[in-house]
C-alpha cells in the first residue's frame, strides 16, 4: 500500500542498477590498476613498500646477476648515498655523481651477464641495515683457473626504497678480470664470427653493451669455452 505522497518503490531491478554501477566502477578501477602494475614492470611491484630489506637487498642482487640495469636501479631512491666506506662516513649521490656510480654498476651487471657469469650473496639483516657478501665470477675466470671476486656490499631500506648502498672499494673494469682470457675471446670471435666482432667490441678490449650484443656476447662466449 503506498501513501499519497510517498514516491512509487523502485522496482527490484532498478534497486540494483546503484550496485551493478558500484561494481563496473569497482571493476575498472581494479583493471586500471592491473594494467599500471604490468606497465610499471617487475622492478615496481604493488607490494614492494612491504618488502623486508632484507627481501629488497635480495631482489637488487637478483636484477644485478640478470643485468637488468633499469629494474635494479630503480629500487634505489632517486636521492639514494653511494657510501665510500663502511661506515658511510663519506657519501656522494648514486645519481648524478662525478663519479658516475650509476655507470659503474650498469657496466658491471652488463659485464657479468654477457660473459656467463654467477653473482652469488649471502646475506644479513639488522633493521634497515643489509650486508651482503658477493661472490661473482664468470667465464673468462674460470677459463684464467682465476678465484671469484669476492666482497663486501651494504644497504639501507626505508619506505620500500634503497636509500644508501655500498658497492666496497670496486672500480669500473673490476669484473674485466685478467685481460688475457679476454683478449682471447677477441681473437677467436674475430676468426670465426669476423662480421659480427666489429658490432660486439668497440675495440680490441672493450665489450659492446646494447641488449642485442649482451645476448650475443652471453651465447659466444659459452661457445668460446667450451672449444678448450
Given amino acids: 500500500m503506498q501513501t499519497i505522497g510517498e514516491p512509487a518503490p523502485l522496482p527490484e531491478a532498478d534497486r540494483s542498477r546503484p550496485f551493478l554501477a558500484l561494481g563496473v566502477v569497482a571493476t575498472a578501477f581494479l583493471l586500471a590498476a592491473v594494467g599500471l602494475a604490468v606497465a610499471r614492470g617487475d622492478a615496481y611491484p604493488a607490494d614492494q613498500g612491504r618488502w623486508t ?79 651482503c657478501i658477493w661472490h661473482q665470477s664468470n667465464l673468462f675466470f674460470e677459463i684464467g683457473g682465476i678465484e671469484p671476486w669476492v666482497g663486501p656490499q651494504s644497504f ?26 679476454q683478449n682471447q675471446y677477441s681473437e677467436w670471435l674475430e676468426l670465426n664470427y669476423p662480421a659480427e666482432h666489429g658490432s660486439l667490441f668497440e675495440d680490441q678490449l672493450m665489450l659492446v653493451f646494447t641488449e642485442e650484443a649482451r645476448d650475443r656476447h652471453r651465447e659466444l662466449t659459452a661457445e668460446w669455452a667450451a672449444s678448450f
Fill in 53 to 131: 630489506p632484507l627481501e629488497m637487498a635480495e631482489r637488487f642482487n637478483q636484477l644485478y646477476d640478470d643485468g637488468r640495469v633499469e629494474e635494479f636501479q630503480a629500487l634505489l631512491s632517486p636521492d639514494a648515498e653511494w657510501c665510500h666506506d663502511a661506515e658511510c662516513s663519506t657519501t656522494t649521490p648514486f645519481f648524478g655523481s662525478v663519479y658516475l656510480h650509476e655507470n659503474q654498476t650498469a657496466l658491471e651487471s652488463q659485464y657479468l651477464h654477457a660473459t656467463g657469469g654467477t653473482l652469488g650473496a649471502e646475506c644479513l639483516a639488522d633493521g634497515i641495515e643489509v650486508t
Fill in 156 to 181: 639501507t631500506v626505508e619506505d620500500g626504497l634503497i636509500t644508501r648502498y655500498s658497492g666496497g672499494y670496486r672500480y669500473q673494469g673490476v669484473l674485466v678480470y685478467d685481460r688475457v682470457e
